[in-house]
T-cell receptor, first 113, second 115 residues
Framework: AQSVSQHNHHVILSEAASLELGCNYS??????LFWYVQYPGQHLQLLLK????DPLVKGIKGFEAEFIKSKFSFNLRKPSVQWSDTAEYFC???????????WGAGTKLIIKP | GAGVSQTPSNKVTEKGKYVELRCDPI?????LYWYRQSLGQGPEFLIY????????DSGLPNDRFFAVRPEGSVSTLKIQRTERGDSAVYLC?????????????FGQGTRLTVV
């Protein structure tokens, strides 16, 4: 079965630290890839997405992600985090032949001021 | 409204009762999705509508769950004979369509608690 794995369930960082959240998926075909963020008390919002082209995609709020096809990975990065980045981050995969989003379990990120 | 609206935001019901959860998608979005999110997990797909028809209901866990979208806009998720295991946040999302328009916009969710 198709699945998405997020390696860390909880991450705690200090402000200005660099961030990398891992995401791996199991699906051999063409995929569309997404990172969503859920700030405390708010709904899920799209951070960035990859459909095709440059495997390094830039999203909102200084986030970026790199699609490495050979590793089935789509890791999220940010060079310098802020306290306002405290949120839960979800990686999601959409097999191109499908319309469902298959989600990872999420990573809770806490930024210490 | 500007976003996806879900009502109620919270629902507490007794085991065995019937509940309806409502989703008002973004105007003009033809695709509508229901997901269920249990504590500590990512959302799980339940059902997808394209227009009025359920294009894929393979995620509905059993026949106690049913969803409709009679006019291609508002959708209602219906759960009969609720069980404690149905407790979760039920998320609705809408999008313009497929392909590059697949970006799904989510509502705040309905937190269902079955006691």
């Amino acid at each position: 079965a198709q699945s998405v794995s997020q390696h860390n369930h909880h991450v705690i960082l200090s402000e200005a630290a660099s961030l990398e959240l891992g995401c791996n998926y199991s699906y051999g075909g063409t995929v569309n890839l997404f990172w969503y963020v859920q700030y405390p008390g708010q709904h899920l919002q799209l951070l960035l997405k990859y459909f095709s082209g440059d495997p390094l995609v830039k999203g909102i709020k200084g986030f970026e992600a790199e699609f490495i096809k050979s590793k089935f990975s789509f890791n999220l990065r940010k060079p310098s985090v802020q306290w306002s980045d405290t949120a839960e981050y979800f990686c999601a995969v959409n097999p191109a032949s499908n319309y469902q989003l298959i989600w990872g379990a999420g990573t809770k990120l806490i930024i210490k001021p | 409204g500007a976003g996806v609206s879900q009502t109620p935001s919270n629902k507490v019901t007794e085991k065995g009762k019937y509940v309806e959860l409502r989703c008002d998608p973004i105007s003009g979005h033809t695709a509508l999705y229901w997901y269920r999110q249990s504590l500590g997990q990512g959302p799980e797909f339940l059902i997808y509508f394209q227009g009025t028809g359920a294009a894929d209901d393979s995620g509905l866990p059993n026949d106690r769950f049913f969803a409709v979208r009679p006019e291609g806009s508002v959708s209602t998720l219906k759960i009969q004979r609720t069980e404690r295991g149905d407790s979760a946040v039920y998320l609705c999302a809408s999008s313009l369509g497929q392909g590059e328009d697949t970006e799904a916009f989510f509502g705040q969710g309905t937190r269902l608690t079955v006691v």
